[in-house]
Each structure stands twice: as structure tokens, then as C-alpha cells.
């Protein structure tokens, strides 16, 4: 008998579960119609070579669908076996925000269907789990808050200067053009900056792209965040109950795992450790409200993470 993993080498691959609301306020979903399978899918593809899956997932949709999307939670990893060998599948919740579909060589239809007629038409099975994970009600389906620690900027010890004015370093400039390329498809709305210069450099990149200022956010900077934590936690709290799209914040390794402890996030690796990690240039999408948060870790946006299983990014749920 032959396993999943018996029979070659994994196809690593990533999609959307787009929604709108429809008439009513009634939740749709966007299914396509694939000519060269002749079935009704979500859309999704292959991920390019060392391309990280919420990158492919984005394009992927855009090319299938031509439709423009806000990139919400993580939602669920599908796998099965494939012609090809067997199949990985990342998919991500996304809101239609513009775009429009014109068919194409890959896609022939495309339909917005209420959750349970998608459920019935969809040929996959693995597709119903993932349209059921796009119907709950217990999880936000957008981030309010993008917690971003800085990119590399040398070490602290090798640096003239007042720590607060040390800057990006080759490695760190590199890390802040790649989260200027994948933030915003989160469509952010608001950029906040702890004081250091670091900090400031990292959201440069991604003002510049989305032509969004950036603002100071003293509170939950380091240095602030350890001399008064109640001040930074209800500026987080604030954020997280904020309307419209998400708000980016730059911040320091010595105040976001604090942060994040305080809302209720824990992190569960195979030491048993409850410390959520915070590397440079890594990102958290918070949504929902302090000790019932959906929040999702990115280690690094530059590959696809299953890659290094040591980098590997994790998506957990705090406790309600």
C-alpha cells in the first residue's frame, strides 16, 4: 500500500476563498470553472520556485480570476494526491475589492454562489473544507492589526551612534523591499511607527507603495512599551477595534511578544515553549478581540516556508 508521501515529490500550491456580500447581506463565494479538468474549483496554483504561498495565492487569484483582493486569515492547508504527485494546498480568506473577470486559458466561468450552493457545486472534497472554514462566525475574516518587527540592522554593539538612530542594514534594506511588496495586499489603512529609525526605515518601502504616511506610535515602542505596558496595550486594544482595513505597526523585539502574551496569543512549538516568537522583519495578523484572537505568524515573506521547517510559518488561535 502506497502513501500520500510514497508517491513523489510534493507540489506546493496556494489559492483564495474570495468572498463579498451579497444581496442581502448574504456571504458569497467566487468558484471557477476549469475547462482542462472540467470541474468547479476554488481558484489557487503552483507556487513559483522559492515563492512564499500567500505571494502565489494573490497571483494566482488575480490570474484565474482578474479580480483585485484584500488579503484576510490564514484559513486551512489541504492535501491530496494529484496526477503529479501529491498536492499541498495554502489558502487564504480574501475580500473581492475590485477587478473583474474575463475569461481565459486556465478559467472559463467564474461564479459568486452563497456558501451552500458553492458547497454543492464545488467537485472536490478538500474545497468543502475549506469553504466550511470560510463560513465560521467565531473568527474575524480580516486583520485589524499587522504587527511588524523591524528588518536587520546590525548589531547593536557594533553601532556608534544612540541605539535609537541605528539603521537598516544590506540585509534589512532587502527584507523591507520584500514586506513593501506583500503588505499591502492586505490593504492596509493606517502606518504606525515606533520612534527608531529602524522602525521607520522598515515602513518607508511600504509608504512609498501605498502611498499611505507614517505615523509615530511612541506607546509601543520599546523603551516606552517597558516603562508604562497598560499605555501600549490600550493603543493595541484601540487598533484592534478600529473599522476599515488593517493598521500596520512597527515595533521592536523587546515590546511585541509582551504585547502579544498580554492579548492572550500563545505559541506551542515542540519544546513546549508559550513565548511567541518575533524575528526581524516577521509580521503578526491579529483580528478579532483580546483573548479570542485569530493571529498568524509570517517568519519571513521571502520563500516558501515549509522550505526550512525551522521557519516554517504557524497560524494559532488564543484561547476564548
Known sequence: MRTLADQ???IPAAGGAVWRTGAGGVLETALVHRPKYDDWSLPKGKLDPGEHP????????????GLEVAV??????????HRGGPKRVDYWVMEAVGGEFVPNDEVDELRWLPMPAAAA????EHDRAVLA????????????????RHASAG???????PDETRPLDRRGRAQAATLAAVLPAFAPARLLTAPPVRCRQTLDPVAETTSLPVDEVPELGEEAFEADPEAGLTVARQLLASPGGPTVVCSQGGAIPSVLLALGVRWHDTSGALWPPSAKGSVWALGGRPDALSADYYRDFAADPAADRHAADRAVRSPS
Open 8 to 10: 513523489g515529490v510534493l
Open 54 to 65: 500567500l505571494v502565489a495565492a494573490v497571483r494566482e487569484v488575480r490570474e484565474e480570476t
Open 72 to 81: 484576510g486569515r490564514r484559513s486551512v492547508q489541504t492535501r491530496y494526491a
Open 121 to 124: 457545486l464545488v467537485s472536490h
Open 133 to 148: 472554514d470560510l463560513a465560521r462566525t467565531d473568527v474575524p475574516r480580516t486583520p485589524a492589526l499587522l504587527l511588524l
Open 155 to 161: 548589531d547593536r554593539s557594533e553601532w556608534d551612534g
